[in-house]
């Protein structure tokens, strides 16, 4: 692991330093943090008629000061210095840098540009007290009391800090009392907040048995833009701290306050012993803040009390009768109300309803709310309704609720002496209700008519009739009710239904049933044979009819659902349905193309044939592979065939030529190739008894017939430059030759 790490030494000392230290190429910051702390500053200034806050301006001679700088009224660079109410370029990008007092944009302060030669060693002194009024060498001297605890303040600032948050070249302050160097700040270590804040240089001193203190305020580093601010010097006895927690308060339960205290450099100590600048209570009690700073204290305290928010309550929800009224009064507790609201916006502390609705008050003080609502219902004599007489299209019993507009009923009373909220109606009939409360009676009555939904019903299953003839059409078996065929006829049957889907649909006030039918009719031409073909002389061609039909007749003769032929002509064929309805197919050219001739023309041991589409060669009646060109060179005596396929598709073969006149290697000697197929090299190997000299020339042919390559006999022969393909190989002794087939693979 690698890091930035920084290491803090306690020193007892009044002064303070940094250094840095390089190690395995890390950077750390080591450095020892001096004993002075924050100091309470509001006694008598010692350097009130020393221009402390530089509020007097000069144009020459500074009052109440000196440093070891020039004056000048503009920043001029090293060595200078002057009094100005801000400072807009530098630090922050050119933020203007104002006065240490908050918010105060025209307080003024000193500007120290620190000349390039100070150092810890030679220090520049960057404020001195002066009175020329002083004995000479004097001057610079205050008078103090001998055995007296004195405290010094100063706030200072990096006037030069660059946008980037790293100072370009921050001062190093310290200061010196009698020679005595008392505490050292450097401006360059402070990064947070990223723009430099005034910070306080302040710490104690013994006067022992001195008489008086020369003091003096140093710039200690002339690096860079060393520009200081210095504003607000103190001088003078401690005092004690003076804060106030706030006046004895109340809070609201389940609210706290936070007790705090923002004294720079203090030390605190709570009634519970916590340490922290603030304290947050939520509970009643007193409670008291011991603070110390530096060699200053106070001690302040406060009493917390406790309130709380109101509670109302208006009651469980009630009935009121129509023409009355009810009084709203809510009960509270807990704190006191302040203020009353109501939903209808009135401040009063009670209300009255008088109508039915939701009510509500909501009571509240400074700590809260709290709201309560009641519903009030108007009770009025009951209207009860049973409905407009009906038809009921069940056989099931049937329920009568009562609909009630009016007060909540606090009985009933029916017909059959029922006292029930509902009865149950089974039987066509008149049906009544009596409905009472405190407020009145109400009453209705209802005619109930009980009625059966509409019988299921067939119009029969789809059918198919002949072409021209018609059906009638009737349900089965007859509902009652209205009837609606498809074309908005009524009639109970519907005449002369030929070709289509009829529909009925009966009805009455309790539903409806539909039944429909499907009636299909032979057209004049339902059976197709296909589109006119052309078949080869020779072949047979089927043609056959749907084989739904229960008997055929072809005009050829034939009665299958199929017939074949031969010839060319038309073809057709009757059908008969199984319904007795007869139709004729439409008719079916066929042609019939002849068939091509093949001959064979023979040139020595080259065959070839013409005008064909596609070619086979057979030797001795079986397939030669590869044998597929119009021109084949026979490799080995035999009879030899030809297949075609002409442009037509037709198939032919030709009649048998013998070739005999290539002739074999000696009888006691046979020939073999290899590898086959062959991709770079050929070897042919020869068994047997070979007379000396008789081997002759070797030469490679392709499939038709052309020769590519003649050598001398030599094996094995180079073959990578050969297309991939069917080739042959001769070899040739005492005159004769023989071939053999190979194959150049990819």
Excluded at 566 to 595: E, F, I, M, Q
Aim: glycine content about 10%; proline content about 5%.
């Amino acid at each position: 692991m690698g890091g930035f790490f920084i290491f803090s030494f306690q020193s007892t000392s009044l002064s303070k330093r940094f250094y840095t230290l390089s190690l395995l190429g890390l950077w750390f910051a080591i450095g020892y943090t001096s004993a002075y702390g924050q100091c309470c500053t509001s006694g008598i200034n010692l350097l009130a008629a020393y221009n402390s806050n530089f509020a007097d301006t000069f144009s020459t001679v500074p009052p109440g000061f000196q440093t070891d700088n020039t004056y000048w009224p503009t920043p001029v660079g090293y060595g200078t210095y002057m009094i100005t109410a801000s400072r807009n370029f530098g630090a922050c990008t050119f933020t203007p840098q104002y006065d240490h007092t908050s918010g105060n944009s025209n307080g003024n302060y000193l500007w120290f540009d620190t000349g390039p030669s100070a150092s810890v060693a030679t220090p520049a002194t960057a404020w001195k007290p002066y009175n020329p009024n002083l004995p000479t060498g004097k001057e610079n001297l205050i008078a103090v009391t001998p055995n007296t605890t004195y405290v010094f303040s100063s706030w200072v600032r990096d006037l030069s800090r660059n946008n980037n948050c790293v100072s370009g070249g921050a001062p190093l302050v310290g200061l010196r009392i009698n020679g005595v160097d008392m505490v050292e700040l450097d401006l360059g270590l402070i990064t947070v907040p990223c723009c430099p804040q005034w910070k306080q240089l302040c710490t104690t001193w013994q006067s022992g048995s001195d008489t008086t203190a020369d003091l003096r305020i140093e710039s200690r580093r002339g690096q860079g833009w060393t520009d200081l601010g210095i504003d607000d010097v103190y001088f003078g006895s401690p005092t004690d701290l003076s804060f106030s927690l706030g006046n004895d308060t109340a809070i609201c339960n389940g609210q706290s306050l936070l007790l705090r205290d923002s004294t720079p450099g203090a030390t605190y100590l709570w009634n519970d012993s916590s340490t922290a600048s603030s304290l947050r209570v939520s509970a009643p009690g007193l409670y008291w803040l011991s603070m110390k700073q530096g060699v200053c204290t106070g001690r302040d305290s406060i009493n917390i009390t406790q309130k709380f928010a109101p509670l109302v309550a208006l009651g469980n929800d009630t009935l009121i009768c129509n023409g009355s009224a009810y009084p709203l009064i809510p009960l509270l507790n807990g704190g006191k109300p302040l203020s009353f609201l109501w939903q209808d916006n009135s401040t009063d502390s009670t209300s009255m309803a008088d109508s039915s609705g939701l009510y509500w008050i909501q009571a509240g003080n400074e700590c809260g709310a709290s709201r309560d609502s009641i519903k009030v219902q108007q009770l009025l004599a009951p209207v009860v309704s049973l409905g407009s007489d009906t038809i009921l299209c069940s056989t099931t019993a049937h329920a009568l609720l009562p609909i009630l507009t009016g007060g909540v009923p606090s009985n009933y009373l029916w017909q059959d002496n029922s006292t029930a909220a509902t009865v149950s109606a089974s039987a066509t009939g008149l049906y009544w209700v009596q409905v009472i409360n405190e407020c009145g009676t109400g009453r209705d009555s209802v005619n109930l008519t009980f009625q059966s939904e509409v019988a299921p019903f067939s119009l029969g299953g789809d059918t198919l009739i002949c072409n021209g003839a018609s059906l009638t059409l009737r349900p089965a078996p007859v509902p009652s009710g209205n009837f609606l065929w498809q074309d908005n006829t009524t009639d109970s049957t519907f005449i002369n239904a030929s070709n289509g889907l009829f529909w009925l649909e009966v009805s009455n006030l309790c539903g409806a049933y539909r039944d429909s039918i499907s009636i299909s009719s032979f057209t004049t031409a339902p059976v197709s044979l296909g589109d006119d073909t052309i078949i080869c002389s020779g072949n047979m061609m089927e043609i056959c009819a749907p084989d739904t039909f229960v008997a055929y007749q072809w005009n050829n003769g034939g009665t299958a659902s199929c017939t074949t032929t031969s010839l060319a002509g038309n073809y057709w064929v009757s059908v008969t349905a199984s319904n007795g309805c007869s139709l004729v197919s439409d008719r079916k050219g066929v042609a019939v193309y002849p068939v091509s001739s093949v001959s064979i023309v023979l040139q020595g041991d080259t065959m070839s044939s013409f005008s064909a589409a596609s070619y086979q060669w057979y030797l001795n009646g079986e397939k030669i592979p590869g044998a597929t060109t119009s021109v084949y060179v026979a490799a080995e005596p035999g009879e030899y065939s030809l297949g075609i396929t002409d442009i037509n598709g037709c198939a032919a073969t030709s009649s048998s030529v013998v070739i005999s006149g290539v002739s074999e290697l000696a009888a006691n000697s046979s020939i073999h190739i290899y590898p086959n197929p062959a991709t770079a090299q050929l070897f042919i190997q020869i068994t047997g008894k070979v007379p000396f000299g008789s081997l002759g020339a070797v030469s490679i042919f392709d499939m038709n017939g052309r020769r590519l390559s003649e050598q001398n006999f030599a094996s094995p022969i180079d073959v990578s430059s050969f297309a991939s393909g069917v080739y042959f190989v001769e070899v040739k002794m005492n005159g004769a030759a023989v071939r053999k087939m190979w194959v150049k693979a990819p």
